[in-house]
């Protein structure tokens, strides 16, 4: 089944965020695919914001590659932010494995670095800008 939801500005991220957490069901392993300056940080911000998670302790784990949240019911959230994966080493090096096998969400940026070593369940959800600057988060499942 096709999912779509579309953002027109800012002020709707909290209500796609609560949507797109229902419309998720089960999934635990979202990949976030889209080009830079696309609003994936910023979404995914909007969702751990859905999550209870405390307004100032999300930021973009560029560098850190990882950075764990704690949602408001207490279980652990892990955003991953890919894009300085040079080599799959590194991503196992992490304990990439251990994250996505904790059962725990599991919010990945830039997946496209790491795609080999992705799990056939991974749910991948495209964020395009449109022209007129709305975006429209969409995925199958």
């Given at each position: 089944?096709?999912?779509?939801?579309?953002?027109?500005?800012?002020?709707?991220?909290?209500?796609?965020?609560?949507?797109?957490?229902?419309?998720?069901?089960?999934?635990?392993?979202?990949?976030?695919?889209?080009?830079?300056?696309?609003?994936?940080?910023?979404?995914?911000?909007?969702?751990?914001?859905?999550?209870?998670?405390?307004?100032?302790?999300?930021?973009?784990?560029?560098?850190?590659?990882?950075?764990?949240?704690?949602?408001?019911?207490?279980?652990?959230?892990?955003?991953?932010?890919?894009?300085?994966?040079?080599?799959?080493?590194?991503?196992?090096?992490?304990?990439?494995?251990?994250?996505?096998?904790?059962?725990?969400?599991?919010?990945?940026?830039?997946?496209?670095?790491?795609?080999?070593?992705?799990?056939?369940?991974t749910l991948k959800?495209?964020?395009?800008?449109?022209?007129?600057?709305?975006?429209?988060?969409?995925?199958?499942?």
């Amino acid at each position: 089944m096709k999912h779509s939801i579309v953002i027109h500005g800012l002020e709707e991220l909290p209500g796609a965020a609560e949507t797109f957490l229902k419309e998720i069901g089960d999934n635990r392993l979202i990949a976030l695919y889209a080009p830079m300056g696309a609003g994936k940080t910023t979404f995914t911000t909007a969702i751990c914001h859905a999550l209870g998670v405390r307004e100032d302790a999300v930021s973009s784990p560029t560098f850190a590659i990882l950075n764990e949240y704690r949602a408001g019911n207490g279980e652990p959230v892990f955003h991953f932010d890919f894009y300085r994966i040079n080599r799959l080493t590194e991503a196992l090096d992490l304990g990439l494995y251990d994250y996505l096998d904790s059962g725990a969400l599991c919010l990945m940026e830039w997946p496209e670095n790491i795609e080999e070593l992705l799990p056939e369940e991974t749910l991948k959800v495209q964020i395009k800008v449109q022209p007129d600057g709305s975006r429209t988060v969409s995925w199958e499942d």
